[in-house]
């Protein structure tokens, strides 16, 4: 498995190439460049992924943990800085998952930005920020992590702002940059605390990790150290870490940098704010799930409830949003709760076959996969449709399903499967993270049911929005929208993918055939796992999503729409209300200039400028006066000097005699 | 007129040596000094400067003659000092009488310009 | 005995002069003081037997020095602004300044012990002439021929170096 260490370097390099040769090369032979290597390392990824799934179990029926490189990057005497490559089942998952979505991407932004500015720097850009995500992925130690968590933080700024000439697009990076630096604070605060405790940043919490040859063994994590220590220590260090991952996946409250975050080009949105980047807090969370599960389960209710809250917020702020990217990405952020909410609910690391207290992981794990696969295609296809229209809000839009057949084709099956719709992934992937959360507590599960619908509702009202409803003919007939193959092509990919997920999980969920499922390849023990769907739990929840999709068609669907405007009339603060995100940035903006800038900075400020600069100042002004005083002595008359001369001479020989 | 006498004889018969020399030339060096002072025409200064060398001169001239008569170190070296000097007059008067040129005055308060 | 009636009279006139050279308000009289102080010393190089160095302080200084000096003077002799007075203070400064100086020399000339030798009479062996022109032309021990020709280096070159500073642009 040596050859996964190319997956890091190849577009590391084509970084490096792109981004200092790019202003010699054409826009063809860079997009060319940065293709072919994620072809290349997609191909290295999918080889990665089928050696390490069909090679045998270890003894306990779980997956060996590979660690093909780990180098001391730091040694800091017992505290070590590592740097390497670990494999196992969800970071090998999430290989397949960025390298896919990040090959689509660069195939699809060949139409998207051509002849766009800065073509070769935005293919720079994505290369590293595919080199980063990569990296974080592959961490074999929390620093690790830490270190491309903010290397992906980076490159997610550069690309949000890449139309830096635009200010909402650099506000919008800006903010970005600044809300997660914020949460990564308690990232990193959960990590100092962490190692201080535990002597380790390692990753070896309790998986038997059979070690490739010739590496060091990891130094034995010292949990028992930081139990002794205290008892709230770990969960103090976790919750702190799940601040930064809640930062980077965008949870209410620090999820307000990812509406506008899609100021950036639409590729960019779908590989790093819907599919890969922001799912890194969820990574995140199940990379120290052991510890979670194990040593800080009655902290657990914090990831849940923040979790539901922000998926009920994001998609009741989803249902009122015009701007279809805004659309999409308050859809993301309640998918990510989603998962992050399964996280939460579980309670122990089962063995068996029920898995009845951690299935939420295999289901965040599978909901992850299938969401970035749906959720980019839904990005990329908004990308198609602001590409023909020139325009992110749904009035220009309507009757489009004339112009973009495959996108519409493409965008319907997405939509589906967001909904939750039997033979499509995410109902799979849904059904068990509601299942799980039944499994907990039937409260959570019909909370998380009602959302769920809530996303029915919003996909198709957007749906229908775009490519129903009254055709905006003004605009149409001055440029006619069209599609081209390059940007459609990996729109076909991606429901293909998700389609075919979605036939082979359902049939296999619903035990038509024994086949492999997601759950035998990732599972909270490792084990093998064949996800079987609760009955109930998947017809209702089917239900419930056909229902949705039946109103938002009877409400949206028509050439006008009479009960759209009575719902608008009956509620009119409340769709403002929504419209305006609760009034989420206003509060922010109220916390920071008028309480933060107004009763913190402002003393402090007057601090710096009156205490700091006045000392500094009198130091200046002692220097000035002193100096002045005595630059008499260098006055230019020859007698002066000549008379301190003497009188110089003259205390000489004093002193002499 | 005895009395006369004797102091004649008591001043007189006080021989010259080298710290009369010494004395007298320390106190044509203070001055030269004092003149260097408070003089405020170059030229003036100037004149201060040669009663200084002068006093330096008669040292030079004494010590030879006094301490060490068998060599010839102190007359030789007056020799040059009065040679250098010499130029050295040629050179400040010519100094002083392009400041004049270009002054109209040879005041040495006004030479400050070289402070910075 | 006649040197030291001679030693006294030179001395007073030296130093009388002297104080009038640096005191007196007209720049003229100065160097005319100044022209008295140097035939004094002269006086004084004669009394040591030291006649040709008396001659060449006559010839040089009184001879050359001073009437260079009231060639400049006469050149300069127009002065545009007043002779700025010196304040009182300075003055006294300056003063107070040359006695402690002068008092310290005085001191230490004082308590040193010197050799007892006195001032004799001149004689003929007292540097003859000839034995200085060999000196000065010899390249021997005790010659001085290296420092003579740099000397003159010197003087030629203050003669071209004045010509050039003094002359109209």
């Known amino acids: ?657 | 007129m005895d009395r006369l006498n004797d102091i004649l004889n008591i001043v007189l018969g006080i021989h010259v040596d080298i710290s009369w020399f010494l004395i007298l030339s320390a106190l044509m060096m203070f001055i030269g000094i004092y003149g260097f002072l408070t003089r405020r025409n170059t030229l003036a200064i100037l004149i201060s400067v040669e009663l200084m060398l002068n006093a330096a001169d008669i040292n030079f001239a004494a010590f030879n003659r006094l301490l060490f008569p068998n060599g010839q170190e102190g007359y030789i070296f007056t020799l040059f000092s009065i040679a250098i000097s010499a130029a050295e007059t040629a050179i400040a008067i010519a100094v002083m009488i392009n400041i004049y040129r270009n002054l109209k005055n040879n005041f040495v308060g006004n030479l400050d310009k070289l402070k910075w | 005995m006649a040197q030291t009636i001679i030693f006294l009279i030179l001395a007073a006139i030296i130093l009388g002069c002297g104080i009038m050279a640096v005191t007196t308000k007209r720049i003229m009289r100065a160097a005319t003081y100044l022209m008295f102080v140097l035939f004094g010393t002269a006086g004084l190089y004669f009394l040591m037997g030291y006649t040709f160095l008396g001659s060449v302080q006559v010839m040089v200084y009184a001879g050359g020095v001073v009437v260079l000096y009231i060639f400049a003077l006469m050149l300069t002799g127009r002065q545009d602004k007043k002779n700025p007075t010196v304040s009182l203070a300075k003055k006294f400064a300056a003063l107070v300044a040359s006695l402690c100086g002068a008092g310290l020399f005085l001191f230490a000339i004082i308590t040193h012990q010197f050799a007892e030798n006195i001032l004799t009479p001149p004689s003929e062996q007292t540097t003859p002439v000839s034995l200085l022109g060999e000196q000065l032309l010899s390249s021997d021990k005790f010659g001085y021929l290296l420092p003579f020709e740099i000397v003159s280096i010197l003087l030629l070159a203050c003669i071209v170096g004045s010509l050039i500073i003094a002359r109209k642009h």
């Open chain 1, 1 to 657: 498995m040596e050859y996964t260490i190319l997956i890091l370097l190849l577009p590391f390099l084509s970084f490096l190439f792109l981004g200092l040769a790019g202003k010699w090369l054409s826009h063809r032979t860079s997009g060319l460049i940065g293709t072919t290597v994620l072809a290349a390392i997609t191909i290295l990824s999918y080889c990665t992924a089928y050696t390490y799934f069909t090679a045998d179990r270890c003894a306990d029926g779980s997956y060996a943990t590979l660690v093909p490189y780990n180098a001391t990057w730091l040694p800091l005497g017992h505290l070590n800085f590592d740097l390497g490559i670990l494999l196992d089942p969800i970071s090998v998952m999430m290989l397949i998952v960025i390298t896919t979505v990040s090959f689509m991407v660069h195939i699809y932004s060949f139409g998207y930005m051509k002849g766009e500015r800065g073509f070769q720097r935005y293919y720079a850009f994505l290369s590293l920020f595919t080199m980063s995500m990569l990296g974080l992925v592959v961490a074999t130690n929390i620093f690790q992590m830490y270190l491309f968590w903010e290397l992906v933080g980076v490159s997610s700024y550069l690309l949000i702002g890449f139309y830096y000439t635009l200010p909402a697009a650099v506000a919008a990076s800006k903010k970005a940059f600044i809300v997660t630096r914020f949460a990564d604070l308690g990232f990193l605060i959960g990590i100092l605390i962490f190692g201080y405790y535990t002597g380790s940043f390692s990753f070896d919490f309790v998986n038997n990790l059979q070690m490739a040859e010739g590496t060091t063994p990891f130094i034995p994590c010292g949990i028992d150290k930081a139990i002794a220590a205290g008892g709230f220590i770990l969960p103090t260090a976790l919750t702190l870490m799940f601040i930064g991952g809640a930062g980077k996946s965008a949870m209410f409250p620090l999820h307000i940098w990812l509406p506008d975050a899609m100021e950036g080009p639409t590729p960019v949105s779908a590989l790093i704010h819907a599919a890969t980047m922001v799912v890194a807090g969820v990574y995140q969370v199940a990379r120290l799930f052991p510890l979670w599960v194990t040593y800080a389960q009655d902290w657990m209710p914090i990831i849940i409830w923040v979790g539901v809250f922000t998926a009920f917020y994001a998609a009741s702020v989803a249902c009122a949003q015009s701007d279809i990217k805004r659309v999409l990405a308050f859809s993301t952020i309640s998918q990510i709760a989603f998962m992050m909410v399964a996280l939460g609910v579980c309670t122990e690391i089962t063995t068996g076959h029920e898995h009845a207290g951690s299935i939420g992981y295999m289901a965040s794990m599978f909901h992850l996969f299938t969401h970035a696969m749906f959720k980019a295609c839904l990005f990329l296809g908004a990308g198609c449709i602001i590409h023909a229209v020139h325009s992110n809000e749904m009035v220009a839009m309507g009757g489009l399903r004339k112009y973009l057949p495959i996108t519409h084709a493409t965008f319907l099956i997405s939509c589906l499967a967001i909904s939750g719709i039997p033979f499509f992934s995410g109902f799979s992937s849904k059904d068990e993270i509601i299942t799980a959360c039944m499994a907990y507590s039937p409260a959570v599960g019909y909370i998380m049911t009602a959302i769920a619908a809530m996303t029915a509702f919003y996909m198709f009202r957007l749906y229908y929005g775009i490519f129903w409803g009254t055709e905006n003919k003004e605009l149409h007939t001055e440029h006619t929208p069209h599609e081209e193959t390059i940007m459609t092509a990996p729109l076909v990919i991606l429901s293909i993918i998700t389609v075919g997920v979605g036939i082979y999980t359902t049939l296999a969920g619903f035990g038509l055939f024994e086949g492999y499922s997601f759950g035998s390849l990732i599972s909270a023990d490792g084990q093998d796992y064949r996800i079987h769907f609760d009955p109930s739990v998947a017809s209702l929840s089917t239900i419930i999503a056909i229902c949705s999709i039946a109103l938002a068609t009877y409400i949206f669907k028509g050439e006008t729409q009479p009960v759209a405007d009575r719902m608008y009339n009956a509620a009119p603060r409340l769709h403002r209300w929504a419209y305006k995100r609760f009034y989420m940035d206003e509060v922010y903006q109220f916390i920071t200039h008028r309480i933060i800038f107004a009763y913190v900075s402002r003393p402090i400020a007057w601090f710096d400028r009156h205490v700091i600069d006045g000392f500094f100042n009198f130091l200046a002004w002692g220097t000035h006066t002193l100096s002045n005083n005595i630059k008499g002595f260098q006055s230019g008359r020859v007698q002066q000097y000549a008379l301190v001369f003497l009188i110089g001479i003259l205390v000489l020989i004093l002193m002499i005699l």
